[in-house]
């Protein structure tokens, strides 16, 4: 139970401390230190495991990248999407930190790493990387794309993600995957401003 908590806290608290805190730039700052501080105090209790290959998922990433910003206005978002507009150098670190370091770390331990084997097993840890089942696939691809706005290229990511995981068969993967996908949309978000697109 305790190896659970310490991935669903920091998503819990990494979704909800925006609601707390308005100011979108103070927000970022305390999910960096926060949910960061986490994170790297239990790093070695998340036993993530690591290849030395990882073109698939960078392939992957780039796949989930262009999905994402090629349907976009395509569809309809669920609920507001508001805009994180950089105002200083500081506030695109802020974004860049969250978006990129922290989020799919956050995201995959809690949603494959956790969410997938816990529906498999509810002793989750004794499931190994990358069993697949039905449910399992279908309540975290549903989960991960109604958790965003941009839900239809959310439930696509949360099958490309699943797809690394059942291949690869470790975390370390779909983070780098997820890592890929994030880096290139702040990357075009950057070049063209398109600051809802984060």
């Known amino acids: 139970m305790i190896s659970g908590l310490i991935e669903i806290i920091p998503f819990i608290l990494y979704i909800i401390i925006p609601f707390m805190i308005k ?3 103070l ?24 290849k030395t ?13 262009i999905v994402w910003v090629g349907l976009e206005g395509s569809y309809p978002l669920l609920g507001e999407s508001s805009a994180y507009v950089p ?7 802020a974004k ?4 990129i370091l922290l989020a799919p770390v956050i995201e995959e331990l809690f949603v494959r790493n956790y969410l997938h084997r816990f529906m498999i097993n ?19 691809t549903a989960f991960f794309g109604l958790a965003h ?23 370390g993967s779909c983070i ?20 809802s697109l984060w």
């Open 23 to 25: 100011d979108q730039f």
């Open 122 to 140: 509810t002793e989750y840890e004794k499931v190994k990387h990358g069993t697949f089942t039905w449910p399992a696939f279908l309540i975290t």
């Open 27 to 50: 927000s970022y700052i305390l999910k960096i230190i926060i949910v960061g501080g986490i994170l790297i105090f239990f790093w070695d209790k998340y036993k993530i495991r690591w």
């Open 96 to 99: 860049l930190v969250g978006m």
């Open 149 to 171: 706005s941009r839900w239809l290229v959310g439930l696509i990511t949360g099958v490309i993600l699943n797809f690394v995981y059942y291949r690869q068969k470790n975390i």
């Open 53 to 65: 290959n990882y073109s698939f998922p960078i392939m992957a990433g780039l796949v989930i990248f």
């Open 176 to 195: 780098v995957a997820h890592y890929a996908a994030n880096l290139a949309l702040a990357i075009f978000v950057l070049l063209t401003a398109s600051w």
């Open 87 to 93: 105002l200083s150098f500081a506030h695109v670190i």
